[in-house]
Nanobody
Framework: QVQLVESGGGLVQAGGSLRLSCAAS????????VGWFRQAPGKEREFVAA????????RYADYIKGRFTVSRAVAKNTVYLQMSSLKPEDAAVYYC???????????????WGRGTQVTVSS
């Protein structure tokens, strides 16, 4: 089992920045990839970014266009999502999830956190 806890969400003005954290515990060695997803009201959960613990390999959704950066602190068992130039359409609940291999499809992930709300005011 892997437990994931997101933090760092909040209210920010358009153009601002936020850094989300995903603290992992449990059998993290069995889930090398951590992904970030988001879900806005009435919309499907969508992939944002992912990273591997072992090599720090990353993958991003095309719409991110360099505004977000995913990173990890292995010693802290924490993955970060640095978000910059935020837009109102970035508002959503952001979730982190874990699985063995990096992937962009939500249903492939085995473990999920409860999410953290990001609100962007225009």
């Amino acid at each position: 089992q892997v437990q994931l806890v997101e933090s760092g969400g909040g209210l920010v003005q358009a153009g601002g920045s936020l850094r989300l954290s995903c603290a992992a515990s449990g059998r993290t060695f069995s889930s090398d990839a951590v992904g970030w997803f988001r879900q806005a009201p009435g919309k499907e959960r969508e992939f944002v970014a992912a990273i591997t613990w072992s090599r720090g390999a990353t993958r991003y959704a095309d719409y991110i266009k360099g505004r977000f950066t995913v990173s990890r602190a292995v010693a802290k068992n924490t993955v970060y999502l640095q978000m910059s130039s935020l837009k109102p359409e970035d508002a959503a609940v952001y979730y982190c999830a874990a699985r063995g291999l990096i992937a962009t499809i939500a249903s492939l992930y085995d473990y999920w956190g409860r999410g953290t709300q990001v609100t962007v005011s225009s």
